[in-house]
T-cell receptor, first 115, second 111 residues
């Protein structure tokens, strides 16, 4: 039982490049989230999904895209990387039923630097 | 807009010196309040969920309490291994709302 798995762990991108951060969970959770965490700051929600085929914007969605074709996977796409996207990205999942969520389980994070 | 404010930003304690961390929240109906621990370079790790005012939960040296406006994380006789950042998050009652996090309290326990 791996929980939430993120790949890669580290990545350096040049300005204008694109990449996809991968996230997979094996707990059959319906909710999945992407957060970013900047130094000294809390977690800011980028996008989330309440189930396969359904995604919604969070607090800071600009410059990112997501898709949720399966329950297990929730990739985050960065198009035209900018220095402001340098951050640590966390994927998380939880089980939600009738609006009430269990605790969220987090991956180990992807540390992204855009130069 | 749902908001979570944690204080203090940083706290330095001597081993055995008990203290409390505060999490104040503004939310349109609270569905749940969550406490997490985060070690450097790692993802947050779940500690507690509180659902209603008056509720308390304990785990080893940690005890979380909840009122209608805030939550406290009490740390009794802390040890150096309790050093971490402690994050508070809330889920609002309306719709399929995800967790909103505070900025965290960075706790250092000195031997």
């Amino acid at each position: 039982n791996a929980g939430v798995t993120q790949t890669p762990k580290f990545r350096i991108l040049k300005i204008g490049q694109s990449m996809t951060l991968q996230c997979a969970q094996d707990m059959n959770h319906n909710y999945m989230y992407w957060y970013r965490q900047d130094p000294g700051m809390g977690l800011k929600l980028i996008y989330y999904s309440v189930g396969a085929g359904i995604t919604d914007k969070g607090e800071v969605p600009n410059g990112y895209n997501v898709s949720r074709s399966t329950t297990e996977d929730f990739p985050l796409r960065l198009e035209l990387a900018a220095p402001s996207q340098t951050s640590v990205y966390f994927c998380a999942s939880s089980y939600g039923y009738r609006g009430k969520n269990t605790e969220a389980f987090f991956g180990q994070g992807t540390r992204l630097t855009v130069v | 807009e749902d908001q979570v404010t944690q204080s203090p930003e940083a706290l330095r304690l001597q081993e055995g010196e008990s203290s409390s961390l505060n999490c104040s929240y503004t939310v349109s109906g609270l569905r749940g309040l969550f406490w997490y621990r985060q070690d450097p370079g790692k993802g947050p790790e779940f500690l507690f969920t509180l659902y209603s005012a008056g509720e308390e939960k304990e785990k080893e040296r940690l005890k979380a309490t909840l009122t209608k406006k805030e939550s406290f994380l009490h740390i009794t006789a802390p040890k150096p291994e309790d050093s971490a950042t402690y994050l508070c998050a809330v889920q609002a009652r309306s719709g399929n709302t995800p967790l909103v996090f505070g900025k965290g309290t960075r706790l250092s326990v000195i031997a």
